[in-house]
C-alpha cells in the first residue's frame, strides 16, 4: 500500500492517505470507535465489513479537530502498543 502508516513495535495503530488523502485511518477498539462515531459521525466513520467491526475507523482529516485526532490517536496506540509500553503512558 502507498500510503504512510505509523507504527509502534512494528504494529501499525494509524494511516493517512486511506481511502484517498481526505482521510487517515485508526484502529481502535470496537467500544471506542463507537463513542467517537457517536459523537461525530461526521468525521469518525468505521471501515466497511470485518476490518471496521474490529474497530478500524477513518477520520475525515479536514474537518477533525485537534483535540479529537490526539484522542484517537492515543487510543489507536494504546489499542496496539506493548503493555510494558502502556504502563509507562497511564502512569505518567
Do not use: C
Given at each position: 500500500?502507498?500510503?504512510?502508516?505509523?507504527?509502534?513495535?512494528?504494529?501499525?495503530?494509524?494511516?493517512?492517505?486511506?481511502?484517498?488523502a481526505q482521510w487517515?485511518?485508526?484502529?481502535?477498539?470496537?467500544?471506542?470507535?463507537?463513542?467517537?462515531?457517536?459523537?461525530?459521525?461526521?468525521?469518525?466513520?468505521?471501515?466497511?465489513?470485518?476490518?471496521?467491526?474490529?474497530?478500524?475507523?477513518?477520520?475525515?482529516?479536514?474537518?477533525?479537530?485537534?483535540?479529537?485526532?490526539?484522542?484517537?490517536?492515543?487510543?489507536?496506540?494504546?489499542?496496539?502498543?506493548?503493555?510494558?509500553?502502556?504502563?509507562?503512558?497511564?502512569?505518567?
Amino acid at each position: 500500500m502507498d500510503h504512510p502508516d505509523f507504527r509502534v513495535a512494528g504494529k501499525i495503530f494509524a494511516t493517512l492517505g486511506y481511502p484517498d488523502a481526505q482521510w487517515g485511518m485508526v484502529k481502535l477498539r470496537p467500544d471506542d470507535q463507537a463513542k467517537l462515531f457517536e459523537a461525530e459521525p461526521e468525521v469518525f466513520v468505521p471501515v466497511k465489513g470485518a476490518w471496521g467491526r474490529r474497530g478500524a475507523t477513518t477520520v475525515r482529516l479536514k474537518t477533525v479537530k485537534k483535540s479529537a485526532l490526539q484522542r484517537a490517536l492515543l487510543a489507536a496506540w494504546l489499542n496496539v502498543a506493548p503493555k510494558r509500553l502502556t504502563r509507562q503512558v497511564k502512569g505518567a
